[in-house]
């Protein structure tokens, strides 16, 4: 344990508050709250936890706290601090989740839209639809029974929907505004879940028609009931007997994971289920009310008439962290009571299948580095680390690693080197560089050594790589490297057995191959993507270079703001000044940037 948490922790008081903890740039990785902040804080550095938090543990360098007057106000401030600071491993929605609307515009001749703003001043909006699906076959339905203008501008001659019998034609012809009238006013019953008034209408007209013998007209009114009863029934299952809209929630913890389910329900009638999966580092109650207060925010627009929630979570804390008026309940029975079960069953369900999936993969990866193992003859090569350069005829050579552990790529341990020692293109002395770069640190820093690397290239790169680790360093590690064919796929695995070169032939269906190519391609792309960003820093550092009265300090100043040529050359001459660039270099600058 660091010294600096050590001593801290025996400082915390028995009071209620939110805790932050910081990495070790001081960046806020996790906010909590806590009834007693000595308990809880305290707990995170004893005792035995899942991987999860063990992960979180292992990025703490500090932590601070504020103390609160009550758990209700540390909850709050929690929310508070989650929404500004967005931590890495706290629970976060996506922002910018925004569901369909159908829009009936306010205009002379309306029209039926499928839309994701809502602009009150323009149109009449129905919904919100958390299933696009569902918004699109509705309003394709409607265009069918009611004929409202489709064209954004009038064109100046009947087009296709008239012929179809899906628009009067207001373009050419003088329709009754009352026409439209009574069209919209159906329409907003339709949607208001009024649909089978408008069936008993239909089937009434389709009967009369029958009656009077006019077949093709109670065929196409039938057609109309069968549409109708289609899209109804794969949108909508039947929740309770009233109309209320209502979202419904509902939650699962288990294996350090919080799944958490929201059934929508629209008119009295399930429409959409959205599940998400969350870390679980806190109370459940707690993790729930974090993502709660954070389900609605910014889209006020979303909220039900009533939410109901499990009997385990309080209602006023809830409504607390909601900040708006909307009834809340934790129903205890009945119809109401089994929708919470159900939404708690479709989020234990999701956990499962996540938790299943893992499961399969990791078999799946296990099995991988088992087989790779005994073709190599060595012990399972739980963790591999591989390396790949990069350069175009030697200029911006970089070089990089990517590390599997149990065949599964771990992304915070990839590493990215510029090389510093080469001049030219040289592969070779390129990845002697990076070897020795590597492997050095690990020595110094006492980190963990891969079981098996893996160099991208044949005997030429092997060799580079074995000559520092042997003489350099003093390290036996297996060494493998990864030929391409001419069509740069992946085409043979060579492997050094003392001072021999051994081509290890795998069957090219089996796990390990495939493990082996998603390695080759992963360090690729990982390298060529760090290569395209330093070439064209480096690209925009020299063009900049040539232009008069851009020193260092300024070009680092543009560099940060703006990260190509075209984005510069597009900035005004204001825009440049308020990074303190004069007028004059700054329109010198854009002059210059004119031949890019």
Known sequence: MKEIIKNKLELLPDLPGSYQMYDKDHHIIYVGKAKNLKNRVRSYFTGAHNVKTQNL????????????????????????????????????????????????TKEQYPRLLITRQVNKKTGIYFGPYPDVYAANETKKLLDKLYPLRKCRVLPNKVCLYYHLGQCLAPCVFNIDPKVYQDMVSEIKSFLNGGYHEIQDRIRKEMEAAAEKLEFERAQELRDQLRAINSVMEKQKITSVED?????????????????????????????????????????????????????????????????????????????????????????????????????????????????????????KSIGAIEELGEALEIPTPHRIEIFDNSNIQGADPVSAMVVYQEGLPAKKEYRKYKIKTVIGPDDYSSMREVIYRRYSRVIKDNLQFPDLIIVDGGKGQINAAKEVLDNQLGLDIPIAGLAKDDKHNTSELIFRVGDIDEVIHLDRRSEAFFLLQRMQDEVHRFVITFFKKT??????????????????????????????????????????????????????????????
């Open 243 to 363: 109309d209320q809209d209502r979202d419904v929630f509902g939650y699962v913890v288990d294996k350090g994971w919080i799944s958490v389910s929201v059934l929508y329900i629209r008119t009295g009638k399930i429409i959409k289920r959205d599940v998400s999966i969350f870390p679980s580092y806190n109370d459940p109650e707690d993790d729930f009310l974090t993502f709660f207060a954070q389900f609605y925010d910014g889209k006020e627009h979303l909220f039900p008439k009533e939410i109901l929630l499990p009997k385990d979570i309080n209602s006023e804390d809830a409504q607390m962290v909601l900040h708006k008026d909307v009834k809340i309940t934790n129903p205890q029975r009945g119809k109401k009571r089994g929708l919470v079960v159900m939404a708690e069953k479709n989020a234990s369900v999701e956990l499962f299948e996540k938790f299943k999936l893992r499961e399969k993969k990791e078999q």
């Open 57 to 104: 543990v292992a990025d703490i360098a500090d932590f601070e706290y504020i103390v609160t007057s009550s758990n209700k106000e540390a909850l709050l401030l929690e929310i508070n601090l989650i929404k500004k600071h967005r931590p890495k491993y706290n629970i976060l929605l996506k922002d910018g989740k925004t569901y369909p609307y159908i829009e009936i």
């Open 535 to 596: 070439h064209q820093r480096n690209s925009l550092t020299s063009i900049l270079e040539n232009v008069p009265g851009l020193g260092p300090k300024r070009r680092k100043l543009l560099l940060t703001k703006y990260k190509s040529i075209t984005a510069i050359a597009n900035a005004s001459v204001e825009e440049l000044h308020q990074l303190k660039i004069p007028t004059q270099v700054a329109e010198d600058l854009l002059k210059y940037l004119e031949k890019y």
